[in-house]
């Protein structure tokens, strides 16, 4: 699947996009493909404009009907089990698409365009670089 998509989608919303790619890929209409997962096209709509989410074994079947491994699995795990804390979810899926300007204040760090390759080394290592390193 390609990795072209918007990175302000929710992840329901992803799964969609690539549902209805991976449709389009195989000519096949909401109805037909419905029909082989056992479920209305109107819930594959739903799904694919990220009105409604996929139930686990509703992804499984789109792996089997795709042969896309555990691909559409790992996407629906985003959806019932996020793995970040849920003040980051709130942000990352409400407040951050909206944004027109993000900013960052780490008075303890330089920005990365201005890091020199030792201090991001030192940053990475766990210390932070001073002057008296040189």
């Given at each position: ?66 042969g ?29 698409p ?37």
């Amino acid at each position: 699947m390609a990795n072209d998509l918007d990175p302000r989608l929710t992840p329901a919303q992803r799964f969609g996009r690539e549902l209805a790619r991976a449709r389009k890929e195989a000519g096949l209409s909401q109805e037909r493909l419905g029909m082989r997962l056992g479920v209305s096209g109107s819930l594959v709509g739903h799904i694919e404009i990220g009105n409604r989410n996929p139930k686990p074994d509703l992804a499984a079947r789109c792996d089997e009907v795709f042969g896309t491994g555990d691909f559409f699995a790992r996407l629906c795990r985003n959806i019932t089990s996020p793995s970040a804390p849920h003040w980051f979810l709130r942000w990352s899926e409400e407040i951050e698409p909206r944004a027109r300007v993000l900013r960052s204040w780490d008075p303890l760090l330089v920005p990365g365009l201005l890091q020199t390759e030792e201090y991001a080394r030192a940053v990475f290592r766990g210390g932070l670089a001073t002057s008296d390193q040189e």
